[in-house]
């Protein structure tokens, strides 16, 4: 027998923005289903965000014990007992679950439902023996691992994001495929636990990002024995005896052959809405996710979507900034238009980058004139004394002032950066920044300085000096 629901809003995908989207409205008594095929909390308490930077956090304390000599401490080379670092990882998932149980959300006056999601027309979604017809629905369904299509991949054993924090042995010779954030951030991470990596790319490393800033973090995994070789294309995959692989690299490449042990994929994610039959509620999609206004509602006005299922910004973060858009347009008929230029993305490699904004050149496309600010790490106080003096921060603004974009790399960076995400959505200027009182020692004074450098050209210039030789002859 099937069961009809009638909730004011249907929300697919327990993730971040599904979660966040299903406990505001149900705190304002509004009737809420939540359907979820796979674990709650999604890919980022599960396979993403929470294991990797657990992951990155066991590698940081090994590579801490290695570094102790500028401090006047002995260096030891740490004893890695990987089995107990993966219960690490698990002890982690395990105390954030509870936050976005079904038991706590179905507390919360949610009623969720475990199936999968399939639109039968412009206003019904079936799920398991559910019919629900909800006033409008909110597809939060996340995204997957992009497999590239290499000849004999498909032979191979391979991990993703959503199996390699399943090893519980170390892997001898990790080969990673791709040099996006999350590759160089495994890369590292692996390689400070004691394995040997190698990264393949076909473009750049970190291709997204300012190539001054990506030099730096680049330069520190090559340094702790990663191996990154860029512009470089397989040509085929193949297995090597019972558990290892074999890549076969572009005739041009030296080595024509990499050996490892392990094979991650970490080439990109596609949008989970294939199985959703989007076709039949009349919605636009395409191979990168759903087709949305700027108020995250797709060419069915009964349907948003929000997160990785809405295309392009694959954060965890921008989710929940989509969840929050869409709250305040289902439930109170606000104007709520998504702005890109505000959100934030941090790579936590160590050193981390840190950008929000326009890059520099997005900047010189959009003004007539900008102006970059920089200061480095090694004027900063603090870093001194932390021993981390390589990185600095880079402030794009327009030819007054105003703030158009920044980037960090350095020590801290993904912290440093929610200032200037506020400072960028609340249209600050460098003078705004210069005035600010920074605490000292801290590595964020290095955002202070490079916004009092906007005024440096002020100090040369004739008709000031003249000024000021007048005042000071005023007494």
């Avoid at 369904?141 to 497999?147: D, F, R, V």
Wanted: aromatic fraction near 6%; charge should be positive.
């Amino acid at each position: 027998m099937t069961k009809t629901l009638t909730p004011d809003i249907c929300v697919i995908g327990a993730g971040s923005g599904g979660l966040s989207v299903a406990a505001a409205a149900a705190a304002f008594g509004v009737s809420v289903v939540l359907v979820e095929r796979g674990k709650m909390g999604g890919d980022c308490l599960n396979y993403g965000c929470v294991p990797s930077k657990a992951l990155i956090a066991s590698a940081r304390q090994a590579q801490a014990m290695r570094s102790g000599q500028p401090f006047g401490i002995g260096a030891a080379e740490p004893e890695i007992d990987f089995a107990a670092v993966h219960r690490h990882l698990r002890d982690t998932i395990a105390a954030i679950a509870p936050n976005d149980s079904a038991e706590r959300f179905t507390a919360l006056g949610v009623q969720v439902v475990k199936a999968e999601g399939r639109f039968k027309d412009r206003s019904t979604l079936m799920a398991g023996d559910m019919e629900i017809c909800a006033r409008r629905f909110v597809i939060a369904t996340g995204s997957s691992p992009l497999i590239p299509p290499i000849p004999g991949l498909d032979a191979v054993d391979y991990l993703t994001n959503e199996t390699i924090f399943d090893l519980t042995e170390m892997p001898e010779h990790l080969l990673v495929i791709g040099a996006g954030p999350f590759g160089l951030e495994m890369a590292q991470a692996y390689r400070r636990l004691g394995a040997q990596v190698t990264v393949v790319e076909a473009g750049e490393a970190l291709a997204k990002e300012d190539k001054e800033l990506s030099a730096v973090v680049l330069a520190r995994l090559r340094s702790e024995g990663v191996e990154i070789r860029e512009h470089t294309r397989i040509a085929a995959v193949e297995r090597r005896g019972r558990h290892g692989v074999r890549l076969r690299l572009q005739p041009d490449a030296r080595p024509r052959i990499l050996e490892g042990t392990h094979l991650l994929l970490a080439t990109g994610r596609t949008a989970n809405v294939a199985e959703l039959r989007l076709d039949n509620a009349g919605v636009r999609h395409d191979a990168y996710g759903i087709k949305t206004n700027a108020r995250l509602r797709s060419s069915n006005r009964r349907i948003y979507a929000v997160g990785d299922a809405a295309g392009s910004l694959q954060f965890t973060h921008a989710a929940n900034y989509h969840a929050g858009l869409v709250v305040r347009s289902i439930l109170f008929r606000l104007p709520a238009s998504e702005r890109r230029d505000i959100i934030p993305r941090v790579t936590f490699t160590d050193p981390e980058i840190a950008h929000v904004g326009m890059s520099e050149a997005e900047a010189a496309r959009a003004y007539r004139a900008i102006r970059i600010l920089r200061w480095p790490y090694s004027e900063n106080d603090r870093a001194h004394a932390e021993h981390r003096t390589d990185g600095h921060i880079k402030l794009v603004t327009s030819g007054r002032g105003r703030l158009l974009g920044v980037s960090i790399v350095g020590l801290h960076a993904g912290e440093m950066i929610n200032f200037w995400a506020l400072a960028l959505a609340r249209k600050m200027t460098a003078r705004d920044i210069a005035s600010y009182v920074a605490p000292y020692p801290t590595i964020s004074e290095i955002g202070k300085r490079a916004a009092v450098a906007y005024f440096i050209p002020t100090t040369r210039n004739a008709l000031v000096r003249r000024v000021v030789g007048l005042l000071r002859m005023l007494g």
